[in-house]
């Protein structure tokens, strides 16, 4: 009798330890005021004019679609803060459920997050922090590590570690989060290198985050250094590594030049892949594939479940040798298929 | 009889010392003066200014804004404005990679209906300041903006490559030691000096910009005078988007971008004026030397980029002036003779 009191104690006690974590569930999905059968997610982008922010638009709707219960509303912020404001109003008129935010005006973010939290709207911002928002974009000062460590280990191996001179092409009035980036090439050059370079043979030059400014810069920068033979030179993106090529191509000098440079977009691997290129690679950030993080995790904070204050993209350094590893569907004659 | 000479001559004094002051030669020997200065300055903070390297680098990447601040004169002398020079510009980059890369189109006749594109974009500027009378400001500050967004939709916001060793010849390569684009810029100053002194229809935008209505009274067909000068300024912008897009062995729908404000710039210190009528080709060329030489002097003695903004606006602020500060004292003088 006893022993059957006790097998009954026991398998009541095994499907209620079964059935409690599913009733402490439902009971939050029922005290979860945001959580709903399908939701509208408002996707404010940066801008709608290069190619790293339509790939990030194109990874959100296609991950909303996967996700099946998911709508998307677009904004362009135009990369200014009264228009991300506007866009955000727009949004709440519109009852978003949720919001992510690509806006550049950290001024605004403070404005912005208040209109969103009086009307308990959650929000994930890309790239630049804003006031209770999730954070997620690029760990930028290792993402920089990265491409200049691959630099040191290229110098080291061709050049027996010796360089000349050090063209650090940065975006100074960008603020702290592309300067991450250029410290972390800094750093992870200089640290790995046989020979750090001397500090008054690096240069800081202003690239304006243009091909064409980064042209010009570095044409201006070359007649000053006549006898080097090495010169590296760390970027802020693909497109200002490319601006910095050309120009000491123009001046007659690629061979004294390797350049590295951060996003690895289709321009930057055409450019690696070309033959005898300057460019050794750029980090990637796989901004197609920010909506697979974004959504999923939209989703967690509608259904109220725990999200990490800040998540990080994985980046990985995109050279001529793994290219096709991550890109090769892109460049089908150089990445034919095994 | 002397005393009378005596008298003319000093009544003359002051018209001459007014006429001497209202000079466009003295605009010029002033903008010469300062080129000299800013050049000094320079050579006594970097060993490697005053070198035939830095020359040929000067030379190599200012054929650009010289370019277009051929065509840009002339629209400020005719008493218009182009805003639509960078997007123009950025245009004929576009469109060229677009037909070369993915219509097959040979890269000769690529750039030629590149540089067609341009044209146009540059009558319908003249069809609607001239024809339709829309203020000059308002009709290229929408090109500006439609042509830029026609570039971003015709390359889809994409970089293209253009490897092709003879299409940089333009943007990098030299003849006889001198680059190829400043060759360019230098022999189109030559042709636009040629028509804008000795010709009629240079004579006659000079008068445009001085009173359109006058000039339409004095027979001038200011219509068609009007269209010829910004479709030549579509022209000059799309030729300098080739020299970009060679220079940097690609095109992007975000070349140029803020040129029409460096050329404004230059051309507005080379002495030509905002209202029309009145400015030289040898003062645009001068000045766009100097903003040139400023951008590399400064990179070169290691000033802070911020500064280099500050330096370059302070330098066209304290320029333009100093011509009017000129100006006035010659209307003074000639007030007071």
Redesign the interface.
Known sequence: MFRKLLSIIVVVSLVAGMLLPLTAFAQDNATCATAQDSYTIGFANLT????FT?LVRDGILSAAEEAGNVEVVLADNRLDGATALANADNFIAQGVDGVIEFQTDEAFGNVIMSRFRREGIPVIAIDIPMPGATFFGADNYNAGRLAGEALAAWVNENWDGDVDALLVLEL??SGPIPAARMQGQIEGLQDNLTVPVAEDMI????S?N???ES???V??????I?DAEHIVAVTIND?TA??VI?AA???GRADQIMVVGQGAD??GQ??ML?ENSRYLGATGYFAENYGSYLIPAMLDLLECRPVPPAIYVDHVFINKDNLCEYYGESWPDACPVS | MNTTVAAERSRSQPLRLAALLKGERLTTLNLFATFILICLIFASQSDFFLTLDNFLNVGRTLGVVGIVSIGMTMVLISGGVDLSVGSVAALSGVVTSILWLQADVPLGLATVIGLGACVLVGFINGFFVAVMRINPLITTLASFSIVRGLAFVLSSGQTNQLSNPAFQFLGRGDVVGIPASLLLMIALFAAAFVVMHFTQFGRNLYAIGGSAEASRLAGIAVRRHLLIVYTLSGLLSGLAGIVIASQLASSAPRAAVGLEFTVIAAVVLGGTSLSGGKGTLIGTLVGVFILRVLDNGLVQTRVSSFYQDVVSGSVLLLAVGFDQIRQKLAAAVKDRS
């Open positions: 709608e004019d290069i190619v339509q100074p009035q240069f800081l030059l202003d304006k243009t091909q064409e042209f010009q810069v044409s201006d920068i070359l007649p000053t006549p497109g490319l601006g050309a191509e123009a001046a289709p321009s055409e450019a070309a």
